[in-house]
């Protein structure tokens, strides 16, 4: 089926024929007055009711955007995928081994949060600047640790 309109049902077909369509003198309807200008004219005026419904946030502040050398970005890993890679990261001389542990410092590949997603399988002590408790959580149960090297991050005052 056909989805356009039929001809004889649209407001404009009774309009053919006349020279104005309904909008009075030639010219009127015509130019950018009937618009109320060109634009972003009148958003603060006499188009405020449009403003109001359409863009209530046009106008005014909205946050701040803090000095990045204050704000902390977090290159994350999860303890899952940190298990996975353990084997290759002792491979590669990033991950030593102290008896039946792997240890890793996080921080020489540039991760500085271990999140807690995943299964640790693998006896694993992890030294990084921050971690979730879960992430803490599951590596002491599988017998490793975590050794944190920062503190909390700062959150504003």
């Not at 909008?23 to 130019?31: D, I, L």
């Not at 005026?45 to 946050?63: C, E, I, N, R």
């Not at 410092?105 to 030294?127: F, S």
């Amino acid at each position: 089926m056909s989805t356009l309109v039929i001809r004889r049902e649209k407001k404009s077909r009774s309009y053919r024929g006349s020279r104005t369509h309904g909008y009075g003198r030639t010219g009127q309807h015509r130019k950018s007055g009937s618009r109320g200008g060109r634009g972003y004219v009148g958003y603060h005026k006499h188009k405020w009711s449009w403003t109001v419904k359409y863009a209530p946030d046009w106008y005014g502040q909205h946050g701040f955007t803090r000095h990045p050398s204050l704000v902390t970005q977090f290159n994350i890993i999860n303890v899952g995928v940190l298990d996975s890679k353990i084997a290759d990261l002792y491979q590669k001389g990033i991950a030593t081994r102290e008896g039946d542990a792997y240890v890793v410092d996080l921080t020489k590949i540039g991760i500085n949060k271990l999140t807690g997603t995943g299964q640790v399988r693998n006896k694993i002590i992890v030294k990084v600047p921050f971690a979730t408790q879960n992430a803490v959580q599951k590596i002491k149960q599988a017998g490793g640790d975590v050794i944190l090297l920062a503190e909390k991050p700062a959150t504003g005052e």
